[in-house]
């Protein structure tokens, strides 16, 4: 895990704001921030879990045996002597007399062709975008961590450290963005504790791929 920088870019003091009377005279810095990316472990790179898409699959599957059925019917009714089904003639009426340069036939394929691409969109991607692979200590065995639970992990660590008044986290993928409200100590300091403390609960997640941390810390709003 590497060190947040102590530079200008970690910083940013604001000037003194002066209220009226009756009012509270705000500390010169109001927010502290800082942010870096983690150090990957060497290994090879663990991939994500893949979503089984059984849902798209399930609705795929029965509008093309539905749609297969009927056709089928139909074609066994007309070669058995029967008419064939109105919907099938209007549709080969139709199709039969409209252009290629038609609204409804252009708008039918362009609806069709963003399905095709949704499918071949959803056959590609993994998915399990809320979960997070950690890493593999046996073989054959495969650990994920809910990113929602991760959260929750880095919020109940950053609550504890001094002058920490309430946390907001966001887990990412690959970041990290942690939101502190701070009502006493120096938020240069809460903010370099919350570094560690939140480096060390990172790495005890044991995650494969360890997200990034983006610290901020913020003066509470004081009512005068």
Same mark, same amino acid.
């Given at each position: 895990?590497?060190? +947040? ?6 910083? %940013? *003091? ?27 472990? *060497?290994?090879?790179?663990?991939? %994500? ?6 849902? +798209? ?9 539905? #749609? ?10 007309? !070669? $058995? #002597?029967? +008419? =064939?089904?109105?919907? !099938?003639?209007? @549709? =080969? ?20 062709? =963003? ?7 959803? $056959?590609?991607? *993994? ?5 997070? +692979? ?11 961590? /809910?990113?929602? @639970? =991760?959260?929750?992990?880095? !919020? /109940? ?12 986290? !966001? ?34 997640? /044991? ?18």
């Amino acid at each position: 895990m590497t060190e +947040p920088h102590d530079g200008d870019d970690s910083t %940013r *003091p604001l000037p003194t704001v002066e209220r009226p009377a009756g009012g509270v005279l705000e500390m010169d810095q109001s927010a502290s921030g800082s942010s870096y990316e983690p150090v990957h472990p *060497p290994g090879g790179r663990t991939r %994500r879990f893949w979503s089984g898409r059984r849902i +798209p699959a399930a609705v795929v599957a029965l509008i093309l045996l539905g #749609g297969a059925g009927l056709l089928l019917y139909d074609v066994a009714a007309v !070669r $058995a #002597g029967h +008419p =064939a089904m109105q919907w !099938r003639r209007s @549709a =080969a009426d139709d199709l039969a007399t409209r252009h290629l340069d038609d609204v409804w036939v252009l708008a039918g394929s362009a609806l069709a062709a =963003a399905l095709g691409l949704w499918l071949l969109l959803l $056959a590609l991607t *993994p998915g399990l975008r809320a979960l997070l +692979p950690m890493n593999r200590r046996r073989p054959g065995v495969r650990a994920g961590l /809910d990113r929602t @639970a =991760a959260a929750l992990v880095l !919020r /109940d660590r950053a609550v504890q450290v001094a002058g920490v008044q309430s946390v907001r986290v !966001r887990m990412g993928r690959r970041r990290a963005k942690v939101r502190a409200f701070s009502h006493f100590r120096e938020l240069d300091d809460v903010r370099a504790d919350l570094d560690g403390v939140l480096g060390d609960a990172v790495g005890e997640l /044991d995650l494969a791929r360890p997200p990034g941390l983006s610290v901020h810390v913020r003066r509470t709003a004081k009512k005068g």
